[in-house]
């Protein structure tokens, strides 16, 4: 009985190890299970109410069609092409909104200068500017570039702005006290205070910058995932489009979980007990 308890016990272990770890992190049966749910509620709804087609595409047809792409490399040039658009527009709005947003936030008369016309800026549709910007830059990368950055922008700007703001004024006088200069009082104590304000925005960023990417890609351009849809919207590729709305949530996931696991790396007095994410 002694030798057999062991060999029992151990499937008990692993059970309630996997237990935890599911109680810990419930979106391990979650999302398998919505998963499962929406597309196979999908799948069961078109093939019995013979659904067209061209209406909407079961999701083994969508799948089919995005086999088809990938193999013959369509996918992945256009893909190549957005993801270029959307880093640079990324990188280009994050520059810009902490540069402007640090002098903001620490300067009285620059914010009142300068905030009120990004404010408006930002009221300003971005559909209904982005034919003009096609104008200045062309139909090449540079205008999408812009306009992802623009849409992009201003979640980063005020989430720098208030961050930078939110510092405790008890360590603001503690460093003075210590007769630190306003320099190393903002790398020392407002910008990691604010660094997790400014990661909320980045994650917000880079979703928009996919967005404003696309938004760009159907007003006008030559390549890129939002044109291929145009395309396969002039043939009636149905699953093609529905294809590349996969493709292009997989891309916005992927790029929101990879900043989120820069800000797990970087704020790392914040991570205690916390998973990394995408583990």
Do not use: H
């Amino acid at each position: 009985m002694s030798d057999s308890s062991p060999a029992r016990s151990a499937p008990a272990t692993l059970a309630a190890r996997i237990a935890r770890r599911v109680r810990a992190q419930p979106e391990l049966i979650c999302v398998p299970f919505m998963f499962v749910v929406i597309f196979g509620g999908w799948e069961w709804y078109v093939t019995a109410a013979k659904v067209s087609e061209l209406i909407l595409p079961s999701p083994s047809r969508i799948v089919a069609a995005l086999a088809r792409g990938l193999a013959s490399g369509i996918y992945v040039k256009a893909l190549w092409v957005t993801l270029q658009e959307i880093l640079l527009g990324f990188v280009l709005s994050a520059s810009v909104a902490f540069v402007l947003g640090t002098l903001i936030s620490q300067i009285r008369w620059f914010e009142a200068m300068i905030y009120p016309y990004v404010v408006a800026l930002q009221t300003l549709p971005k559909i209904a500017i982005a034919p003009l910007i096609l104008v200045w830059a062309g139909l090449g990368l540079e205008s999408k570039i812009i306009i992802a950055a623009l849409v992009s922008f201003f979640p980063m700007l005020v989430n720098t702005i208030v961050g930078l703001k939110a510092t405790s004024a008890d360590k603001i006088e503690l460093m003075r006290a210590l007769t630190a200069s306003r320099t190393k009082i903002f790398f020392l104590v407002r910008l990691p205070e604010a660094l997790p304000y400014i990661f909320a925005g980045l994650n917000i960023g880079i979703v928009l910058a996919v967005l404003g990417a696309i938004v760009g890609e159907f007003v006008g351009a030559k390549a890129g995932l939002g044109y291929l849809i145009i395309q396969m919207n002039y043939t009636m590729d149905v699953a093609g489009m529905f294809a590349v709305l996969v493709i292009l949530g997989v891309m916005g996931v992927t790029l929101n979980l990879l900043v989120s696991w820069l800000r797990w790396r970087i704020i790392f007095w914040q991570r205690d007990g916390v998973t990394p994410p995408g583990v």
